[in-house]
């Protein structure tokens, strides 16, 4: 019950105003968080088995001065999925009215890092305790090459007010998603496994009890961020850095938002 109450409220408050003044960063890593805890630029898997643990994927905040953190209780956080072709079946994922290769949980979803697997300067969801999840996928999103990972995470909103923030220049773990191999090899698997692949945590919406929400990122427009420390690549080479190849989306977010809901 208190589940099912936490996803409402978290539901309730996309329509309050979002700052839009940028007042942090985000970070993507495998296996830990990537500025402050040396997560992996690079995943790459052999694909000749469906069993055993997958990749780590982990998403990390880092507030800046501005940031004004008083009652974090709830967040929707966007990866973008993307390859230079269509995106191949591995990577779709049923979500109806999507239906992909493989079952949306596939990604194995953390948001206290309960598991100690990845390393950062804090767990803010985890110190709140008890954090919800729900994940949805959407396909396609900006092109045929592109999947868009939606996950929600939300806290108990008056405990989260009695919580210490996450400090300015720290960064918090705000999500783990581990990849699972299911489908990956011999009959009835889903092609491209081994195929180069970039994801990109493009947004993340942060909401607070006292109702001071703002936005992380952007998604749609004309200036995108370059590769950096919010991308991470599956299969690329070690030499390789960032992910070559985003496309120009030229959306606004308005109307690309209105196909998450």
């Not at 206290?112 to 985890?126: E, T, V």
């Not at 690329?236 to 196909?259: D, F, M, Q």
Request: aromatic share 10%; hydrophobic share 40%.
């Amino acid at each position: 019950m208190k589940k099912t109450l936490l996803l409402a409220a978290a539901l309730m408050v996309v329509t309050a105003t979002m700052a839009s003044a940028q007042r942090g960063a985000l970070s993507l890593g495998w296996s830990s968080c990537r500025v402050h805890g040396g997560g992996a630029p690079v995943a790459t898997f052999a694909c000749t088995t469906n069993g055993g643990p997958g990749a780590l994927l982990v998403g990390g905040f880092i507030p800046s001065a501005t940031a004004n953190l008083n009652s974090l209780n709830s967040a929707f956080l966007y990866v973008d999925i993307y390859q230079l072709g269509s995106l191949d079946a591995w990577w779709q994922f049923t979500d109806p009215p999507v239906t992909g290769c493989r079952p949306l949980s596939i990604w194995g979803l953390n948001f206290d890092n309960g598991s100690g697997a990845a390393i950062c300067d804090r767990s803010y969801w985890g110190d709140v305790g008890n954090p919800v999840a729900a994940d949805r996928f959407f396909y396609p999103s900006y092109a045929a090459n592109h999947g868009t990972l939606r996950l929600l995470t939300a806290v108990d909103a008056q405990v989260a007010q009695s919580t210490p923030q996450i400090p300015v220049g720290a960064e918090s773990y705000v999500f783990g998603a581990r990849l699972g191999r299911a489908l990956s090899t011999g009959a009835g698997a889903c092609a491209g496994c081994l195929n180069r692949t970039c994801l990109y945590f493009a947004l993340a919406e942060f909401f607070q009890t006292n109702l001071d929400n703002f936005n992380v990122g952007e998604v749609g427009g004309a200036n995108i961020p370059q590769p950096g420390n919010a991308y991470v690549g599956w299969q690329l080479n070690v030499a390789e850095t960032g992910c070559a190849g985003t496309p120009v989306r030229n959306a606004t977010w308005g109307s690309i938002k209105s196909l998450y809901r």
